[in-house]
């Protein structure tokens, strides 16, 4: 009697804690689609060709946002020129190079550190270092290379999660053939590393697109009559010019401020299925 | 070989050696140059000053008390929610859905990890505070409480990314192990799976908070801006300051080298090392169940 | 003539303890020479140490000479790269890069700076006849490697190293995990292969060692027992320990 009771307990239970689970992960999974949904619908309203094309006017409240795309556009191309070869050389380092010792414990200890800095201090550390010190000034090459350091972190470890996935039995193959490490890696490891690699870097680069602190120093200007000519110029970009519409523009029409969102939406979405698509492909088409 | 390839050989290894060093590099300088812009503050303002409650720039009143409270009440509170929402979608995603729905709900709460912190504050300015205000008949809906929920929100994601894979790396054997003795899924998750995935969880909560502390917009947007002492029980419902959105927000108007000036690198040094001992101390929590690991195995 | 000559060899594991103890052995250019013995005996430890793949293990020398035609190959001044264009090595389990199988047998080369088609080609051609393997794949070059059975793969890793066209060749088990027609596939191909080239072998049973060996060498927990002919080793062991792992009585 006794026993089969506690089996319906033990079973009740176990229904009860997966439908909380379910519950739990669903409230989880919901707002995202709702975010996303609420976004869509609202700005989409906004979008059109002047929108996307056009510059602001009547003090951000008509008008178009193209410099602050093309702005963006600028930032994170200047970001991966810096960051992505630095950040791949660095994760070859340590996945082929790096002995394991304290100096390479270090550097992993800097890098976990470089990760979770807050973004206004890189911000600060952008305008000591880049603004001031260096007299880039508030320009596009002082917020690119703010958002290289802080990209830099995600990008070495996906790299190099990218390139220990390769196997070793590979890499002592080439060597029994006579092959150098260099050789190994630039022939072998780093070709069927590089769908790992690009998608992390495309991840890594979806976060400095996205990133309002680290430029509100260095590089972010609120208006701008023309776009931007040189590296040296400052500029506009979306998540600032959001920012700003959003808390500083009084009487901002609702309608523009939800078709910056969606734009900024549309551009990290975009990398993100991006990065999706390569990983799956990638998976499927693999050699090992 | 060729003379093209020698120089390869020669130059290429080299240049990657330097990059690997590259990351100490960098967290010298940002230390550097923090320490440097910073500690001229503990010169220009007396230290019973910075530690009071007022903080009040115009009138050269530097207490920052109120600003590490607000931070902290805002970080507890995102927390609260991080933490059942992270490890119960972690639990869910690697213990219960089926693959399937695995492989499509994963992507979508990596997508939230990506998702700007601009835009979050955004709706939160739109949608969160005012729901907020009506619902919990607030005089505003600008509080401590709003950042928690958008905070914990964008927390979760790390929690359910790294507590995931932990769940994952828990060998099958261990279940098996556990079924065979007649425990029900449910019994097996909470008294084997998870336990055994202790330390990798604790990484994801702890790397949770790192990322919590350091959010700027969003907090900026949201919780009101106004730097008072956050300690009493109701203070979520209130308005606060957070060490972040005073940087983000004042750094724009003062002028260089002036003390305020110096003050919020100082602040900015202050969440550096908050940070740094925040994620030295995840990680050493995997170094060390990791040797220990090996000890057992050997 | 002895092609390889090994003089009081003495291997060392990182942390200190012993892997092989005073090993004195000369191996013979154009035969078929067999280190067998029990597992962790050292023999696959000796096998890499002749092409200094060792340098990539934990395992260390501690003293002794390897020669190569006379010049000692653990001097630290030894061109290790050419070193394995000529000592080449066919491993346990067939690894075949992730690449077409033509690329795989010019993968060698092209690491070598040879650039010409034809070269290149005709290096394809004459690894996978030496291999016994020509006739099997010739009109599928192209496709990856990876889609051949586990017999065809392990050929392929054979032609690939005799594509540079080496001098001596090591095998460690390379018949392990492979089915007994494959087996006996590479096992002709190497009787064919000792005219040309000297043969260092690592049998994954003593049978194999048996039907293969012109010489051979017993290893037990570190230590060279015996060395003799084939003929001799199997059916008159001069060694007691020797004759009883032949015989099956340990293993």
């Known amino acids: ?43 989409a309203p906004a979008i059109s060709w002047e929108f996307l094309s056009g510059f602001p006017h009547d003090g951000m409240r008509a008008g178009g946002i193209l410099p602050a795309i093309v702005g963006t556009l600028y930032l994170t191309l200047g970001t991966a020129v810096f960051s992505v070869p630095l950040g791949i050389a660095a994760a070859i380092y340590l996945s082929e190079y790096a002995r394991e010792n304290w100096l390479t414990r270090a550097i992993r200890i800097a890098i976990i550190n470089l990760a979770g800095i807050p973004s206004v201090v890189y911000g600060l550390f952008g305008l000591g270092l880049f603004v001031l ?13 703010t958002l290289s350091i802080m990209t830099l972190p995600v990008i070495i470890s996906a790299s190099e999660e990218a390139l220990r996935a390769v196997p070793q039995s590979f890499r002592t193959v080439s060597i029994a053939l006579g092959g150098t490490r260099w050789q190994t890696i630039r022939r072998i490891v780093l070709p069927q590393a590089l769908p790992g ?84 492909r990638a998976r499927a088409r693999r050699q090992w | 070989m060729d ?73 507890l509170g995102a927390m609260l929610v991080a933490i059942p929402f992270g490890i119960g979608t972690a639990v869910f995603l690697s213990e219960i859905a089926p693959r399937w729905l695995r492989e499509v709900l994963k992507p979508l709460v990596e997508l939230l990890g990506g998702l700007p912190s ?122 606060v300051r957070t060490m972040t959105a005073t940087i983000a927000a004042e750094m724009g108007e003062v002028a260089t080298g002036s003390t305020h000036y110096h003050v919020l690198f100082f602040i900015g040094m202050l969440l550096f090392l908050i940070s740094l001992v925040v994620n030295v101390l995840a990680s050493s929590v995997v170094f060390r169940s990791k040797k220990r690991a090996e000890r057992v195995l050997s | 003539m002895d092609k390889i000559v090994i003089e009081h060899l003495n291997l060392q594991y990182s942390d200190g303890t012993e892997s092989l103890r005073d090993i004195n052995l000369s191996i013979p250019a154009h035969a078929v020479s067999v280190l067998f013995g ?77 650039k ?58 390379p018949t392990s995990g492979l089915d007994p027609i494959s087996t006996a596939k590479v096992e002709a191909a190497l009787q064919e292969l000792k005219k040309e080239y000297t043969l260092v072998l690592v049998p994954h049973s003593v049978q194999q060692a048996a039907r293969t060996a012109d010489f051979a060498a017993f290893f037990l927990q570190g230590e060279l027992v015996e060395w003799a002919p084939g003929k001799e080793i199997f059916t008159h062991p001069q060694q007691q320990r020797t004759e009883d792992y032949v015989e099956g009585r340990f293993g």
Not at chain 3, 149 to 169: D, F, H, N
Request: glycine share 8%; charged share 15%; with cysteine.
């Open chain 1, 1 to 43: 009697m006794t026993v089969k009771r506690s089996r319906m307990d033990r079973t009740l239970m176990q229904r009860l804690g997966f439908a909380l689970m379910s519950l739990v992960a669903m409230l989880t999974i919901i707002p995202i689609l709702a975010v996303i949904v609420y976004i869509v619908s609202k700005g």
């Open chain 1, 133 to 145: 010190f260096l007299k880039f000034g508030t320009s596009i090459l002082a917020a690119s290379l």
């Open chain 1, 197 to 280: 690699i690009l998608t992390g870097v495309i991840l890594g680069l979806e976060r400095a697109a996205g990133e309002t602190a680290p430029i509100l120093f260095t590089g972010a200007a609120f208006f701008l009559p023309q776009l931007p000519h040189s590296p040296l110029d400052a500029t506009m970009a979306l998540p600032y010019h959001l920012f700003v519409i959003s808390t500083q523009v009084p009487e901002m029409p609702i309608q523009i401020q939800y078709g910056t969102a969606l734009v900024l939406l549309a551009f990290v979405l975009l990398m993100n299925v991006t990065a999706t698509v390569i990983r799956s």
């Open chain 2, 3 to 75: 003379k093209k390839n020698s120089w390869q050989e020669f130059v290429i290894p080299r240049l990657i050696r330097a990059s690997g060093y590259s990351a100490i590099v960098f967290v010298a300088l940002i230390f550097y140059f923090l320490l440097r812009e910073g500690l001229p503050a503990l010169a220009e303002v007396k230290l019973g000053e910075l530690l009071s409650q007022r903080w009040y720039p115009i009138e050269a009143h530097f207490g920052i008390l109120p600003l590490i409270t607000g931070s902290l009440i805002v970080t």
């Open chain 2, 118 to 239: 601009v835009m979050l504050g955004f709706l939160g300015i739109l949608v969160l505070s005012p729901f907020l205000r009506i619902f919990l008949n607030l005089p505003t809906g600008l509080t401590a409480l709003a950042g928690s929920l958008l905070l914990g929100g964008i927390a979760v994601p790390t929690v359910v990314s790294i507590a995931e894979d932990a769940l994952d790396a828990v060998p099958m054997s261990y279940r098996e192990g556990a079924w065979a003795l007649g425990a029900t899924r449910w019994q097996t998750i909470w008294r084997v799976t998870l336990p055994a995935a202790r330390s990798g969880v604790l990484t994801a909560l702890m790397l949770g908070v790192g990322r919590t502390i350091g959010e700027t917009m969003t907090v900026m947007m949201v919780t009101g801006n106004a730097p008072v002492m956050a300690i009493a029980l109701d203070s979520i419902l209130h308005p």
């Open chain 3, 38 to 114: 029990p597992a962790g005996g050292g023999k696959s430890s000796l096998l890499r140490c002749l092409n200094r793949l060792n340098d990539l293990t934990e395992v260390k020398v501690a003293s002794g000479r390897i020669l190569l035609d006379g010049e000692n190959i653990l001097d630290p001044k030894t061109d290790v790269i050419a070193l394995r264009r000529r000592v080449g090595m066919v491993f346990a389990r067939p690894v075949v890069l992730p690449m077409s199988m033509r690329q795989n047998l010019t993968y060698a080369l092209e690491l070598a700076g040879e």
């Open chain 3, 116 to 173: 010409r088609r034809s070269r290149l080609e005709e290096a394809v051609e004459r690894g996978l006849k030496l291999a016994a393997l020509w006739d099997e794949v010739k009109d599928r070059l192209d496709e990856p490697a990876i889609a051949l059975s586990g017999g065809q793969q392990q050929r392929l890793c054979l032609a690939r190293v005799l594509a540079q066209q080496p001098e001596v060749i090591l095998l460690d088990e």
